[in-house]
């Protein structure tokens, strides 16, 4: 094959730079040779369709896969823990596929019954980048299924928590049942009093009214008894916790109207407010369903358990098995490699170790480990190929006992109480107090069946249907508003406590920082391109991170062979190339003393050639676009910085930040949680920003915790709020628009006074009746919907929040 020089060439599979590359067919070109392989299979089963959906929709498989790497699949164990049906011989498997993107990805997986017929079906959940699967077990195994996927590009993502039977989210219909039936119910009984509003009433056969006004209240039935009792419940719950919520007068407004509308269909053969009550009902299950219906296909409770993987491989006489992580037990030794994650606290047995802990404790840079150093279960193997031996169990590791710590699961109360509930103790005194003066009054100018009615009119008219509905409508759209914007919260009361927020916490590694992405730079002489040469041709055949990247810096210089390499974990490395002798590393091993040399911090690579120092090479931290940006927008807020790494990049910081951010560094874990502890103590309202499992007790105890994320799907610890890298950015606008989604629910809240101002007037003077009670709660019901809606919607549009 020839090898194609063109600089502007993609691979036809997955759309990777192909520069230089000799992987050819026809006139076709591949990065490597795994894409080629993809490229093959599918046009011997006719499926070359997927090309012709999407450009290069394929994904890259530069990365060598492991042989035998789903053989832990055939643990019959394993198996059923992954297995959701089987009859002995089809069986249902649904498996997680992050690569999934595009509709040539679904055509694709919706196609494998071409590759094989052993799989039945298939099906994919995009959304949450699923594919169901149905196989027959006497063609295929479960372990087959895994490397079809693999084998064309769609690696399913196995993890220890879906192998230990996480839970599955589930959706409860109750809701919609209930919404559904409050509503064909409130649409019946509209129609059946339609007479009433009509002054027909003395116009329609008595048999027939009082046939009309029973269906009324048989249809109010299943309102007032399954449609009702989640407020009901919730009240009761409140009480018991000695707090009155909005629920409260909410309950109390349907009981009166149920009892009253009763006693005068029964008693009086009267029409009642069997229309009101069925409205106001329906009207708050909507605002509760346009309120909860959000993000359910993210997770928001991630634990460590998503980060590891679902099986180890452990070396046994020369042979390597992959095995359950569940069965992994001290005195293994087990083979870690590129890019692979420690799976349990291990001693390093053979092979140079390069740990990145940055998810663990926020350092940025790799770890240097020699044989017989502790390694800890959650990090990263950078390089070659080492061998382990295991000292604790997964279970026992530092990485779960810190995820297990206390502090990072135990419930907190909730210190920032809802408005609704606040304005709900007030509003339910208010009613009670005018209910009972108007009854009094009418008590003592009246009669007593006057003074009843004018007490349960007051109770049913002053029902906060608007407060009630205010707040879902409103910060329901708000929700949906920020989900546009890649930012999603993880239910309406986040959107609250955001507008309260006066305190924001950030974490550098992975939040304001690209993950695992470094610039390289060197500082020193200028090298010559014969210098380039040699200490190119030395990095070549290292896999340190730190040589990788001054390897890419040099990509454009001519590349000649080492005439002797070593490599020294901990201090770096020496060779010989084109009769020069090359040594990087640190101060100490390139000089064997760091006296009166300046250091260049912890992500330096010093260089000398035949013993001449010609400088050093130090890796930076990319940041994310719009960091300066964002600390603009954060300036009437504290804002704290808390890093896990060393300081070397304080003076950036600084600058990009500004003066009045706090900085930290060095910050462990629980060094995080309670820094937001004292912070809480000085009476402040945290906002914690972060990305890691190190960032996981602060993102916990916070009063919001926003875990930012590459993608959506990609693993975050437990968080009230997932924002996409990319929105980073924009944070300062989503903090400033939670306030102003509170300033509508305020508007809201007197338009809702106004009416039921004009309400009260009518009970209070005991001359409401059933049809200016129709009137004005649904119109009041429907103003607070539209103002909510449509004030949200305006109020993002003028924002830039499209």
């Given at each position: 094959m020839d090898t194609i020089l063109s600089t502007e060439l993609k691979c036809y599979h997955c759309g990777d730079d192909c520069t230089g590359s000799n992987v050819v067919l026809g006139e076709k070109v591949f990065c490597c040779n795994g894409c080629k392989t993809v490229y093959e299979i599918l046009e011997k089963n006719n499926l070359i369709r997927y090309y012709s959906l999407t450009e290069a929709p394929g994904v890259s498989q530069r990365k060598a896969q492991m042989k035998n790497k789903f053989g832990y699949l055939d643990d019959p164990q394993m198996s059923r823990s992954l297995v959701d049906f089987t009859d002995g011989r089809v069986s249902s498997v649904r498996f997680s596929i992050p690569s999934v993107h595009c509709s040539s990805c679904i055509?694709?997986?919706?196609?494998?019954?071409?590759?094989?017929?052993?799989?039945?079906?298939?099906?994919?959940?995009?959304?949450?980048?699923?594919?169901?699967?149905?196989?027959?077990?006497?063609?295929?195994?479960?372990?087959?299924?895994?490397?079809?996927?693999?084998?064309?590009?769609?690696?399913?993502?196995?993890?220890?928590?879906?192998?230990?039977?996480?839970?599955?989210?589930t959706y409860s219909k109750s809701l919609y049942y209930k919404t559904g039936i409050?509503?064909?119910?409130?649409?019946?009984?509209?129609?059946?009093s339609f007479p009433e509003y009509l002054s027909l009433v003395n116009n329609v056969d008595a048999l027939l009214k009082s046939v009309f006004i029973y269906i009324t209240l048989v249809l109010s039935l299943p309102v007032f008894f399954y449609c009702s009792s989640g407020y009901f419940s919730s009240a009761i719950q409140g009480l018991r916790k000695k707090v009155i919520n909005i629920d409260f007068p909410v309950s109390i407004g349907i009981l009166t109207l149920f009892g009253r509308s009763t006693y005068e269909i029964v008693f009086l053969s009267a029409?009642?407010?069997?229309?009101?009550?069925?409205?106001?009902?329906?009207?708050?299950?909507?605002?509760?369903?346009?309120?909860?219906?959000?993000?359910?296909?993210?997770?928001?409770?991630?634990?460590?358990?998503s980060y590891f993987p679902a099986y180890?491989?452990?070396?046994?006489?020369?042979?390597?098995?992959?095995?359950?992580?569940s069965g992994l037990k001290e005195g293994d030794r087990i083979i870690i490699r590129n890019e692979e994650l420690v799976p349990a606290d291990s001693v390093l047995i053979k092979g140079s170790a390069s740990i990145d802990y940055s998810f663990v404790s926020g350092e940025s840079l790799p770890i240097e480990a020699v044989e017989g150093d502790l390694i800890y279960a959650g990090g990263r193997q950078k390089g070659t190929a080492i061998e382990l031996e295991v000292i604790k169990r997964t279970s026992q590791s530092y990485i779960t006992r810190l995820w297990n710590n206390s502090d990072f699961i135990k419930p907190e109360e909730n210190r920032i109480l809802t408005f609704s509930s606040v304005a709900g103790k007030y509003f339910t005194a208010s009613v009670l107090l005018i209910a009972l003066l108007s009854a009094i009054y009418w008590l003592k100018f009246g009669s007593t069946q006057q003074a009843l009615n004018v007490f349960t009119s007051v109770l049913i008219v002053a029902c906060p249907c608007g407060l009630a509905l205010s707040a879902p409508f409103t910060l329901g759209n708000t929700l949906r508003i920020f989900g546009r914007n890649k930012f999603y919260l993880k239910n309406a009361a986040a959107v609250e406590k955001l507008s309260r927020i006066n305190h924001v916490v950030l974490d550098k590694t992975g939040t304001l920082t690209r993950l695992s992405e470094k610039n390289i730079r060197f500082f020193g002489m200028e090298l010559q391109e014969c210098d380039r040469k040699v200490i190119k041709a030395v990095t070549h055949n290292s896999m340190h991170p730190l040589s990788r990247l001054i390897l890419s810096m040099m990509r454009d210089t001519e590349l000649i062979d080492a005439e002797e390499f070593k490599e020294y974990p901990g201090g770096g490395l020496e060779g010989v190339a084109d009769g020069k002798t090359v040594r990087l590393g640190s101060v100490s091993f390139v000089l064997g003393s760091d006296s009166g040399v300046h250091q260049g911090g912890s992500s330096s690579v010093y260089v000398s050639?035949?013993?001449?120092?010609?400088?050093?090479?130090?890796a930076e931290s990319i940041y994310r676009e719009g960091i300066r940006e964002l600390a603009h927008c954060l300036r009437n807020y504290n804002v704290s910085l808390l890093s896990g790494d060393y300081d070397g990049e304080k003076d950036r910081l600084r600058d990009l930040l500004g003066s009045r951010v706090k900085l930290f560094f060095r910050q462990s874990p629980l060094d995080k949680l309670n820094y937001v502890k004292k912070l809480q103590e000085q009476k402040n309202l945290v906002l914690m920003v972060g990305d890691g499992l190190n960032d996981a007790g602060a993102l916990f105890k916070s009063e919001v915790g926003i875990a930012v994320s590459e993608g959506s799907v990609n693993f975050s610890p437990a968080c009230e709020a997932i924002l996409e890298a990319q929105e980073l950015r924009g944070l300062g606008d989503f903090l400033k628009f939670s306030k102003t989604s509170m300033k509508i629910i305020y508007v809201n809240l007197i338009v809702s006074v106004l009416y039921n101002f004009a309400g009260i007037s009518f009970a209070v003077e005991n001359s409401l009746t059933p049809i200016v009670s129709a009137i004005l709660m649904p119109l009041s019901s429907i103003t607070v919907v539209a103002i909510a809606t449509l004030s949200t919607s305006l109020m993002a549009k003028i924002r830039g929040l499209n």
């Open positions: 055509w694709l997986l919706e196609n494998l019954y071409k590759f094989n017929p052993g799989i039945l079906s298939s099906r994919v959940n995009f959304p949450e980048k699923e594919v169901e699967l149905k196989y027959n077990e006497s063609i295929l195994s479960l372990r087959e299924v895994a490397e079809l996927l693999s084998r064309i590009g769609y690696e399913p993502e196995i993890n220890l928590s879906s192998t230990e039977g996480g839970k599955k989210k409050a509503g064909f119910c409130f649409a019946n009984i509209m129609l059946l029409q009642g407010y069997m229309d009101s009550l069925s409205g106001l009902v329906f009207f708050l299950l909507l605002g509760r369903m346009f309120q909860e219906k959000t993000y359910g296909l993210l997770s928001f409770e991630r634990d460590y358990k180890a491989v452990i070396k046994t006489g020369g042979l390597e098995t992959p095995v359950p992580l050639i035949n013993d001449e120092i010609k400088g050093y090479f130090r």
